[in-house]
């Protein structure tokens, strides 16, 4: 479960508290139906100063480890793994994930492909037991670590 941007907007009329609640509540839910929820911090918004990626979501990124952490559920950080990948390829090849022209927060369908691979490996990576529900891809995975723009 991944949330963030739209919550972090002023007009969204959420607190980081009630963003942390909500995200206890969630995966609360999620427990009580027999699953494991794994919750992800916010993807990063592709918005450079200069060469490197503003960090724009920090507050929702350390809330929801801290819900994570508070409560024995898994987390992955594709905060920081997302925003390593858009350093590493460069405000020019990030664009080609925009949904639309100048949107550096929603994705296009290759972007969501590239960012869901990302978020798959960085899963299992942290817990291999959940491996057999992922579909390899080895070479955009190969691509995504190296740095590279897939």
């Known amino acids: 479960m991944q949330f963030g941007h739209n919550d972090q907007k002023e007009t969204s009329g959420v607190t980081l508290e009630q963003y942390k609640a909500n995200l206890k509540k969630f995966a609360d839910e999620v427990k ?6 794994i919750l992800l911090t916010p993807l990063t918004r592709r918005v450079f100063s200069g060469s490197k990626v503003v960090q724009s979501l920090a507050e ?11 409560n024995s559920v898994k987390f992955a950080d594709l905060n920081i793994a997302s925003e390593n990948y858009v350093n590493a ?3 020019t090849a990030a664009s080609k994930y925009n949904l639309a022209d100048g949107d550096w927060t929603h994705l296009n369908e290759w ?9 798959s490996d960085i899963i299992v990576a942290k817990y291999p037991e959940v491996e057999f529900a992922v579909k390899k891809n080895e070479t955009l995975s190969a691509f995504i670590k190296a740095g590279k723009a897939a």
């Open 32 to 37: 009580s139906a027999g699953a494991t929820p």
């Open 111 to 119: 972007g969501g492909a590239v960012f869901a691979r990302i978020v």
């Open 60 to 70: 929702q990124r350390t809330a929801t480890i801290a819900v994570a952490e508070a």
């Open 89 to 91: 390829i460069g405000k």
